[in-house]
């Protein structure tokens, strides 16, 4: 199951971070200050998502990099329109002349729209911009795949689902076969639909299909960062299309309800009104998150209180 984990603590800005169990591999959403984020979970990160370079999600870019700088990796980076020459500039604002080209790559990947996102190519030590493709999917890797929203918070606010992938399960007690290869060949079989697959057990040939009762689909975890916001319609109705019936959210809730006229002036949430979109997604577990820096301990129990009512009450 996915794990998230905030590393920022309360007044300093958002940022989070995704491992994965049984693997070293990390994801990072956001580029806030980190407290708690160590250089080992650094140098693990994989991929980094940015909702999106409001200073208080991006500020922290640069001590990221810094740690991964090095590493020979390639690193992927997705954020939205005009990422790409944002990092860009972070990277040529510096100078390289002591670091080769294969010391790291960083493979940007600019969500332009829901259909559109452009592949690009950096490295050092000029850091020169290489538009390689345009795809129409974000990310996947032999974990997880990521689906995103686009919200408006006067800008491109990317929203992140990041969903493991399905696994299947053999039920043994069903079986009255002895455990053999033949199990992974059947699952194998299962996941690519295989269903005429020659399967040997103790000398007699099945098809797959006949033994596919053997088999469990569980879904894949499915574990949402839900980012700056307007409390507003449109964008409720792309996050119930993207987070309906997730597992766990992780979601903005910049202000307190008293507070609401800040909220829409500055185009985030609330939290009543955080809490009342995840009650519609019917997520199982959410959290609020990013809250403004002019509250006090007492502020943030009082917008956790008000989240949660709106979160749980029938």
């Not at 980190?34 to 080992?40: G, N």
């Not at 909702?51 to 990099?65: A, E, L, M, Q």
């Amino acid at each position: 199951m996915l794990q998230a984990e905030i590393k920022s603590l309360f007044k300093e800005d958002i940022s989070i971070l995704i491992k994965i169990p049984n693997s070293s591999k990390h994801y990072l959403c956001d580029c806030g200050e980190a407290s708690l984020l160590t250089v080992k979970e650094v140098q693990s990160v994989s991929a980094v998502f940015i909702s999106h370079t409001h200073i208080d999600h991006f500020s922290n870019f640069d001590g990221i990099f810094r740690h991964q700088i090095g590493s020979g990796e390639k690193v992927v980076i997705c954020g939205p329109k005009n990422i790409h020459q944002q990092i860009e500039s972070r990277l040529k604002s510096y100078t390289w002349n002591l670091i080769d080209e294969n010391t790291i790559e960083y493979e940007i990947r600019e969500i332009v729209s829901e259909e559109e996102i452009n592949i690009y190519k950096i490295r050092p030590p000029l850091w020169n911009l290489e538009l390689i493709k345009t795809q129409d999917f974000l990310f996947e890797d032999e974990y997880v795949n990521v689906d995103f929203a686009i919200l408006d918070h006067k800008t491109h606010s990317i929203a992140y689902l990041f969903k493991e992938k399905d696994s299947v399960s053999f039920n043994e007690n069903g079986s009255e076969f002895k455990k053999g290869k033949w199990i992974s060949e059947l699952k194998s079989a299962f996941e690519k639909n295989e269903e005429g697959k020659q399967i040997e057990i103790e000398g007699i040939v099945y098809e797959a299909s006949e033994l596919f009762h053997l088999l469990t689909r569980n879904e894949g975890y499915k574990l949402g960062v839900i980012m700056d916001h307007a409390a507003e319609e449109g964008n409720y109705e792309k996050i119930k299309t993207v987070f309906g019936n997730a597992d766990m959210v992780y979601i903005e809730t910049f202000y307190k309800d008293e507070d609401r006229e800040f909220a829409i002036m500055n185009h985030h949430s609330f939290a009543s009104a955080s809490g009342k979109i995840m009650k519609e997604c019917k997520v199982k577990e959410a959290v609020p998150v990013h809250f403004s820096r002019r509250y006090t301990e007492s502020d943030r129990l009082e917008i956790e209180t008000a989240f949660y009512k709106a979160f749980r009450e029938d």
